[in-house]
């Protein structure tokens, strides 16, 4: 999250040009912040992920699926900080029975506090009633893969389908816990998609990032490859034959990359915590800002100024654990950038 040193100074301005306050209210409200992030560290949740990329038909599709699918597990590979928590299915050695046993395989290492992101790349199918994802030998449908998915017990679960007629299980595949991610808006659309490259460009750099604080959401990862697919018809004036869809709750919050420092954080139980204690301020400072209109000018101040101060505190925090652990500040230490937190 970027925090120039002139939101600060806006924040006063405005606050001083619209109300006095007296010293004792200033005072309050750093207690209140502090003890925030006096408590103990929560213990970070473990993260899991699954990608399986199914069969190409074609050599140009197989070639690129495969590379997509170990792009994808580089990725996160960082995300989860530590390799034994992806699993990678490629090509013609995915079935519907290697489908099975690693989704089963992660349902039994999964807890309730933990996160699982599942991705799935090729080709699929619909007709009429029953998606299908094609795989070598007997294709898995949507029936089977929704029974799977319901098995894994992680509280936070994103899957995204990338395959072509991914739409048709959107809504099919949501519930509680976990947000779905479709390449096309219904079953119907059933050409080859460019989702999945998009996707990945928005997990492994950081032109995704919007608010430039090394971690990708799924919400701007799926904002950035929408934009992304929508670009490229439109550059080749043709129709676009997909359009993506996100369904569920918790995408702005569910983290798919984590860049620069934020990678290096591995397995620590601090970092990880302080990371995602960062996610959810950033998401109140947007909620703040949203509220700006129905605010008295006073109150949205007040406001912001709180959730900043609590920020603040807490990257400090994160450089302080980067630092003990061989890391660099992430950050607070950026000029203002497009998206990044301003005051107005």
């Not at 299915?89 to 599942?118: F, H, M, N, Y």
């Not at 904002?223 to 004036?237: H, I, L, M, N, W």
């Not at 654990?321 to 107005?344: C, V």
Request: hydrophobic share 40%.
């Amino acid at each position: 999250m970027v925090v120039a040193p002139e939101v600060g100074a806006a924040v006063r301005d405005r606050r001083q040009a619209t109300a006095r306050r007296s010293a004792s209210h200033h005072r309050g409200l750093w207690p209140v912040a502090c003890s925030l992030f006096l408590l103990p560290a929560i213990c970070s949740a473990a993260t899991y992920a699954l990608i399986v990329s199914g069969l190409g038909g074609e050599p140009q599709y197989e070639q690129r699926f495969r590379e997509q699918a170990n792009a994808l597990s580089d990725a996160a590979v960082k995300l989860t900080g530590d390799r034994s928590h992806v699993t990678t299915l490629l090509g013609e050695r995915t079935t519907r029975e290697s489908v099975r046993q690693a989704v089963q395989t992660l349902a039994g290492k999964t807890q309730p506090a933990d996160r699982v992101l599942i991705v799935l790349i090729g080709h699929g199918s619909f007709d009429g009633e029953e998606y299908r994802f094609n795989v070598t030998g007997p294709d898995p449908t949507a029936a089977e893969l929704g029974a799977l998915f319901n098995g894994i017990g992680a509280g936070e679960q994103l899957i995204v389908n990338a395959t072509s007629a991914s739409g048709a299980v959107t809504e099919r595949w949501q519930r509680e816990g976990r947000a779905v991610v479709s390449a096309t808006k219904n079953g119907g659309e059933r050409t080859a998609t460019r989702f999945a490259q998009f996707w990945l460009q928005a997990v492994s750099s950081e032109a995704a990032d919007v608010n430039k604080d090394d971690i990708v959401t799924a919400q701007e990862a799926f904002e950035f490859a929408s934009r992304k697919v929508a670009d490229s018809y439109k550059t080749e004036v043709a129709l676009a034959t997909e359009h993506p869809r996100l369904e569920g709750r918790g995408a702005e919050r569910f983290q798919v990359a984590r860049l620069g420092a934020a990678s290096l954080a591995g397995d620590d139980a601090t970092l990880n915590s302080l990371l995602e204690q960062r996610v959810r301020v950033e998401h109140e400072i947007d909620a703040v800002k949203q509220r700006k209109a129905s605010l008295a000018l006073d109150a949205y101040y007040d406001e912001l100024e709180t959730v900043l101060v609590r920020l603040a505190l807490l990257q400090k925090k994160i450089d302080a654990r980067q630092s003990q652990i061989g890391g660099t500040s992430t950050s607070m230490n950026r000029g203002p950038t497009p998206g990044g937190t301003d005051a107005h």
